[in-house]
């Protein structure tokens, strides 16, 4: 039966399957890309049954594709934290660990799945989803000394940053790449020591495209919201995510987006709820066309020019109660 490791292209989605393979090695087919690339399992075929592991995609966005994987026998091993759709598929070959819960993410999963086997590789992922608090909280009791947290946190922020972008050409690394990469290491702190080129790479990527990112100019400000507008250049787009995280720790009260412009007449908006009150970003997002997310994080892939100005009066009002 052929392998098949579906994956976001993100931190989550990376360090999952870091963690999943350490403790699972498996000769499999990897199935990924940019983080807002989403409807991964739409690619596999499904003339013959499959062994398939799908890590931090959402299945409501999948279903269509998991429902024929499962008509044609396959064995579906699913693992996420976005909102699933209102029922799971009813399937013997079909197992689940999905929780929506705002403050896990899909390595969190994975990381109680093994037992903590990797546990810095879930700490790091939790960092690189924005799970700030977690991750510092999980670093204290696993003994970490506040150097090592911030280093975690630091690689995990470089690897999320990685998986930004409207196509892969944006990015430093193709997100299979970059786990082929860091798989390597059992312990991301052996990784950090090392100084491998593809850290170092992400790292100094990370600080040139964060310094530009936070001198752009805001395109619109309340008590309850930020919004930042981009423009449309592979940096924007690459720092897009993870200034927005950014943007959101700086002003705990305030929802955060990133309005980044595109050559085809669209946005692409990346959705932050306050960190005081991390709910909402999901709903503001599906209000429009190509919107989905999670609770605390949400976007839209593409948001016409023409509803910019309604995007920028949801997020004014949506939080403003």
Same mark, same amino acid.
């Given at each position: 039966?052929?392998?098949?490791?579906?994956?976001?292209?993100?931190?989550?989605?990376?360090?999952?399957?870091?963690?999943?393979?350490?403790?699972?090695?498996?000769?499999?087919?990897?199935?990924?890309?940019?983080?807002?690339?989403?409807?991964?399992?739409?690619?596999?075929?499904?003339?013959?049954?499959?062994?398939?592991?799908?890590?931090?995609?959402?299945?409501?966005?999948?279903?269509?594709?998991?429902?024929?994987?499962?008509?044609?026998?396959?064995?579906?091993?699913?693992?996420?934290?976005?909102?699933?759709?209102?029922?799971?598929?009813?399937?013997?070959?079909?197992?689940?660990?999905?929780?929506?819960?705002?403050?896990?993410?899909?390595?969190?999963?994975?990381?109680?799945?093994?037992?903590?086997?990797?546990?810095?590789?879930?700490?790091?992922?939790?960092?690189?989803?924005?799970?700030?608090?977690?991750?510092?909280?999980?670093?204290?009791?696993?003994?970490?000394?506040?150097?090592? $947290? %911030?280093?975690? /946190?630091? @690689?995990?922020?470089?690897?999320?940053?990685?998986?930004?972008? +409207?196509? !892969?050409?944006? #990015?430093?690394?193709?997100?299979?790449?970059?786990?082929?990469?860091?798989?390597?290491?059992?312990?991301?702190?052996?990784?950090?020591?090392?100084?491998?080129?593809?850290?170092?790479?992400?790292?100094?990527?990370?600080? $040139? %495209?964060?310094? /530009?990112? @936070?001198?752009?100019?805001?395109?619109?400000?309340?008590?309850? +919201?930020? !919004?930042?507008? #981009?423009?449309?250049?592979?940096?924007?787009?690459?720092?897009?995510?993870?200034?927005?995280?950014?943007?959101?720790?700086?002003?705990?009260?305030?929802?955060?987006?990133?309005?980044?412009?595109?050559?085809?007449?669209?946005?692409?908006?990346?959705?932050?709820?306050?960190?005081?009150?991390?709910?909402?970003?999901?709903?503001?997002?599906?209000?429009?066309?190509?919107?989905?997310?999670?609770?605390?994080?949400?976007?839209?892939?593409?948001?016409?020019?023409?509803?910019?100005?309604?995007?920028?009066?949801?997020?004014?009002?949506?939080?403003?109660?």
């Amino acid at each position: 039966m052929q392998i098949y490791d579906v994956f976001n292209g993100d931190a989550d989605g990376i360090c999952a399957l870091i963690q999943l393979r350490l403790a699972e090695p498996k000769d499999s087919t990897l199935i990924t890309g940019v983080k807002r690339d989403i409807a991964l399992v739409r690619q596999l075929p499904t003339l013959a049954p499959l062994s398939v592991t799908v890590l931090d995609v959402s299945l409501d966005k999948n279903r269509e594709a998991v429902d024929a994987l499962l008509a044609a026998r396959a064995e579906v091993f699913y693992v996420d934290h976005h909102f699933p759709g209102d029922t799971l598929p009813d399937h013997p070959g079909f197992t689940a660990l999905i929780d929506t819960q705002p403050t896990t993410c899909t390595s969190l999963l994975i990381d109680q799945h093994l037992g903590g086997q990797y546990h810095n590789w879930a700490i790091t992922a939790a960092f690189g989803d924005n799970l700030n608090a977690v991750g510092e909280e999980l670093a204290e009791k696993a003994g970490l000394s506040s150097a090592q $947290a %911030d280093a975690l /946190k630091a @690689l995990g922020v470089c690897i999320n940053y990685n998986g930004y972008g +409207s196509t !892969v050409a944006d #990015l430093h690394f193709h997100p299979a790449d970059l786990y082929r990469e860091f798989v390597k290491f059992s312990d991301p702190l052996d990784l950090i020591a090392s100084e491998p080129v593809a850290w170092q790479q992400l790292r100094d990527g990370y600080e $040139a %495209d964060m310094a /530009k990112g @936070l001198a752009a100019p805001v395109l619109n400000e309340t008590a309850t +919201s930020l !919004v930042v507008q #981009l423009p449309d250049d592979p940096w924007a787009r690459r720092v897009s995510g993870v200034l927005g995280n950014e943007l959101a720790n700086r002003n705990p009260g305030k929802a955060c987006a990133i309005v980044t412009d595109s050559a085809n007449g669209y946005y692409l908006v990346s959705i932050r709820a306050p960190l005081n009150n991390r709910t909402g970003a999901d709903e503001v997002a599906r209000q429009f066309p190509t919107g989905g997310g999670r609770k605390a994080a949400a976007g839209v892939n593409e948001l016409p020019h023409g509803q910019l100005d309604g995007f920028v009066r949801v997020m004014a009002s949506f939080w403003n109660n």
